[in-house]
């Protein structure tokens, strides 16, 4: 089953901030810088791409089928 998308921020004890997206594909996850920099006041000084970047969202499929017990 797919994972939800999330990201994960982390405060170190002499207040630096940083954050990682999980589970978002591909420049999706840039979407999300301009986001953290406005809801924490923040301004970017690095950025990486993690290995989520290049990986691809796979397909989850589900069927329900009625049987009938013997």
Do not use: W
Request: charged residues 30%; proline residues 3%; aromatic residues 4%.
């Amino acid at each position: 089953m797919a994972e939800r998308p999330r990201i994960v921020i982390t405060v170190s004890s002499s207040g630096e901030v940083s954050a990682e997206t999980h589970d978002i594909f591909g420049d999706k996850c840039l979407d999300y810088v301009d986001v953290l920099e406005d809801l924490l006041a923040a301004r970017t000084l690095h950025s990486a791409f993690t290995a989520d970047h290049a990986r691809t969202p796979t397909a989850v499929r589900q069927e329900n089928r009625d049987v009938e017990r013997a």
